[in-house]
């Protein structure tokens, strides 16, 4: 399989962590984002979305969407497990992951400020303050979700790394560039800094990717 991706992506930062954790080999290649390379015709005709990740199976067939992705990945390679056993707890780690997939990364995310900028003449400064806003109003309903839940453990859900914890760690690197106080949510960096003592985690980051830069 082949991962198409970008070293500051965060969807594509929750699927190299996810490919650690289970042991799965791929080969891994670069959309630079700043440069407009996931634009290029070649990459719309596999990509239409122009986004990344975009998983390239050994078929041939491109699955897109980070989530999509986990889910294919927990189903053909159930071992370890992304989710919980009970229904009940994999509806719980599923909303989880969702507050920084769906509700904080799309309206903060690399075009959305850049649109900012473009077409409402923001500085940078101004799109700084709009992505902390939302990093902000996302992690106080996810902290609210966790500090005091009896579900929660060393990590977001239990004992071991979930779906959930994919998604939270990349938002949290993105709160740390946008200069976010990671002390008003304690549960979180707690979080956080467990699932970074992980190799799975620390290897996904995105300083540690072939082509990452300053």
């Known amino acids: 399989m082949k991962l198409i991706g ?7 930062f929750r699927v190299r962590i996810a490919l650690n954790l289970k042991g799965i ?6 959309r630079h984002l700043r440069k407009g390379e996931h634009r290029a015709p070649d990459y719309v005709a596999i990509n239409p979305q122009k986004l990344v ?12 969407q980070s989530l999509a992705i986990l889910e294919y990945l927990e189903e053909t390679h159930p071992d370890p497990p992304l989710l919980p056993a009970d229904p009940v707890g994999r509806a719980r780690v599923r909303a989880l992951a969702l507050i920084p997939t ?3 990364h799309p309206i903060q995310n690399l075009r959305v400020m850049a649109y900012l900028r473009e077409m409402y003449e923001q500085s940078e400064e101004g799109t700084f303050a709009w992505s902390r806003h939302w990093i902000e109003t996302g992690f106080e ?12 453990g060393a990590f977001s859900h239990g004992d071991l790394p979930t779906m959930a914890d994919l998604c939270l760690v990349p938002q949290v690197f993105n709160a740390q560039r946008f200069k976010v106080d990671m002390a008003k949510f304690p549960t979180i960096q707690r ?17 540690k990717q072939p082509d990452a830069e300053p």
């Open 6 to 12: 970008y070293f500051r992506s965060s969807a594509a």
């Open 25 to 30: 080999t791929v080969e891994h290649a670069s």
């Open 53 to 64: 990740p975009a998983l390239v199976l050994d078929g041939g067939e491109v699955l897109t």
């Open 102 to 104: 769906a509700d904080i």
């Open 141 to 152: 309903a996810y902290e609210a979700s966790v500090a005091h839940n009896r579900h929660t």
């Open 191 to 207: 979080i956080y800094t467990t699932c970074m003592q992980h190799p799975a985690f620390d290897s996904a980051q995105p300083s």
